[in-house]
């Protein structure tokens, strides 16, 4: 079982990223995902979640109409589409695979299954 992030970089304010999750021994349909984030000095906060199969989607507050998550079934990837990016916004970003299934998701970071290892965004001018 193994996720990779991948799409993070240095992006001005107001700018966009892409980040990607592949998963590989991972049947997506069997798991919801996560996005998570953590600032240096900071806990580990949830960003956002999908049930791909419930096709559900979460978000937090700070994230709601700059964020969006997504699936690619064919290729095993969840997508997390950053806009209007903030320096705050700045942080290591991680996915999660989380096995427990019903009809949400969780953005619990205590009770993930699976982690990636990271992949670093940085909003500066």
């Known amino acids: 079982v193994q996720l990779v992030e991948s799409g993070g970089g240095l992006v001005q304010p107001g700018g966009s990223l892409r980040l990607s999750c592949a998963a590989s021994?991972?049947?997506?349909?069997?798991?919801?995902i996560s996005w998570f984030r953590q600032a240096p000095g900071k806990e580990r906060e949830g960003v956002s979640c999908i049930n791909i199969r419930k096709g559900y989607t979460s978000y937090v507050d700070f994230v709601k109409g700059r964020f969006t998550i997504s699936r690619d079934n064919a290729k095993d990837t969840v997508y997390l589409q950053m806009d209007s990016l903030k320096p705050e916004d700045t942080a290591v970003y991680y996915c999660?695979?989380?096995?427990?299934?019903?009809?949400?998701?969780?953005?619990?970071?205590?009770?993930?299954?699976?982690w990636g290892k990271g992949t670093l965004v940085t909003v500066s001018s």
């Open positions: 021994g991972l049947p997506l349909n069997f798991y919801t």
């Open positions: 999660a695979a989380d096995g427990q299934l019903g009809n949400g998701c969780r953005l619990d970071y205590r009770v993930m299954d699976h």
